[in-house]
């Protein structure tokens, strides 16, 4: 089984320019999730899709991230446009919908994105 | 303290030796994850303990919790130089909420 991927694995912007990051969770997992963690900080969530619906986006910093899950399969996070401080690894996770490992959140590798 | 923070922050030890690091939290929890991350690598998922466990075993990790005390504790037995890695706990609160709330990691060197 494959598990959780990202990309790109590394993002190098400029200020006010836009970013698309990409995450596929694992196969047949409903819940999507994305983190991330700015420099020296903890890692904080950011949304939770159920399938292609937005479940909890609590965490979204502001209106200049967009987060999309068309179809349920894969998601997109767009930061637009970028500002120095979005610069951070963001995460994508992935669970199973029922079950007894339900609540286990799979991690990706992270997308590093450094804003200048 | 935040939710999820670790203590220490940072663990030296020799190859074979016992390391245990401690994670308490504030609310209420349904869930505790714990999680390791290699420099520059994504998050590993090492075990996960529900709230009406006290006790959790996976090869040579153990974790417990102590809901009373809003904290766990993860031990890793016979250390290896490959658990050099950072550790995060990290839980998601009542009721049934699925973000997890994160510590900021205690970073463990394991000396060969």
């Known amino acids: 089984e494959a598990g959780v991927t990202q990309f790109p694995s590394h993002s190098v912007i400029e200020k006010g320019q836009t970013v698309t990051l990409r995450c596929d969770p694992i196969s047949g997992h409903d819940n999507l999730y994305w983190y991330r963690r700015v420099m020296g900080k903890e890692i904080k969530f950011l949304l939770h899709?159920?399938?292609?619906?937005?479940?909890?986006e609590s965490g979204m910093p502001n209106n200049r991230f967009l987060a999309e899950r068309t179809g349920g399969t894969y998601s997109t996070l767009k930061v637009q446009p970028a500002e120095l401080e979005d610069s951070g690894v963001y995460f994508c996770a992935s669970s199973r919908a029922r079950g007894r490992e339900k609540d286990t959140q799979y991690f990706g590798p992270g997308t590093r994105l450094t804003v200048l | 303290s935040q939710q999820g923070e670790e203590d220490p922050q940072a663990l030296s030890i020799q190859e074979g030796e016992n390391a245990t690091m401690n994670c308490s939290y504030k609310t209420s929890i349904n869930n505790l994850q714990w999680y390791r991350q290699n420099s520059g690598r994504g998050l590993v998922h090492l075990i996960l303990i529900r709230s009406n466990e006290r006790e959790k075993h996976s090869g040579r990790l153990r974790v417990t919790l102590d809901t009373s005390k809003k904290s766990s504790s993860l031990l890793i037995t016979a250390s290896r130089a490959a658990d050099t890695a950072s550790y995060f706990c990290a839980t998601d609160a009542l009721p049934g909420r699925r973000a997890l709330t994160f510590g900021s990691g205690t970073r463990l060197q394991v000396q060969p």
């Open positions: 899709f159920v399938k292609e619906s937005k479940q909890d």
